[in-house]
């Protein structure tokens, strides 16, 4: 009897380091399998097409990736391209808004990485500027979860007056003020006015850009500068800007502003005609960019804080349902 038990045990302890190995996963997208948990041209094995069944590795992520084998072939995939059998849709957030970014909510440090790009390589810093916040913008790690929040609750909310452009030259008094809402995963419902891609020109090594890219200027290489207004029709001056990075867009090839445009309200500094008046959820990291109060005095926004990155957008249907734009 007890060598049945030893050998019953035994096998318990098999079957339960095995659970990773017996589950299977499909790829609800065309996804890379990479030989590195990492974006670059380098770890590409070959593309996977979309319905292909994968066996995990391990059942943990490592950087939004996971372990994965595909027929004979070990890699990896990005998590959020792969459906777990027998798991649930990730849930959007359904909850009530809260009208306060609470202090208790989570607030992790910034994981970043290398920007590689045609036009080079651009680190968690940029190039010049302000280095800690530009590490903020570049952070290239996505939540969990997120908390849904009323558009007021970023708009009313509370930063130092008089702060200087750049926050290595704040007061750590200043810096106290805003540490214990700065970096939480939030989520809103607002009306997208217009989309501004930062900086943007064909021509690659052109002087100026943002030093948060390392003064890139290629589409693929700058921040999407999208103010959200809290009424259908506001003026710019009352928005809220959130803003989409080239970091977090290599993980979101559909992310583009022409599968945007019946959402956005303004093409340029024009009405767009085909504006469909529904609303888009935006979610990503709470962010102060201490360098745009000339903004707020010229009308161009309300406040300081951003959602910046955006590490999930989802845009809203005729009969109120919600889709990912990755979909």
Known sequence: MRTKRIAMFACCLFLLSSVALCQSGKLSRNTNLRSAPRISADTVIRTLPKGTQVQLRSSKQKSGFYHVSAGSEDGWVLARNLRIVGEAPTPTATSAPSDTVSTDWEKPDPHTTVLHSSEGD????????????????????????????????????????????????????????????????????AYLYKIKVESYSPTPGKSGGESTNCHFHLAEDVDWHMPLTAKDGGGEDTSVIVETTPRIRQKHPNWTTARLKSWTANMGKNPNANYNHHKVRISGWLMLDPEHQDMINNGLRSTLWEIHPITKIEVQQADGTWVDLDQ
């Open 122 to 189: 651009c680190g968690e810093t940029g190039a010049g500027g302000d280095s800690l916040t530009n590490t903020r913008k570049n952070r290239a790690d996505v939540p969990a979860s997120y908390h849904p929040v009323t558009f007021e609750a970023i708009s009313k909310q509370s930063f130092p007056p008089g702060a200087k452009r750049s926050r290595q030259d704040w007061t750590s008094a200043q810096l106290d003020a805003i540490k214990p809402v700065e970096g939480a995963p939030i989520s809103v419902e």
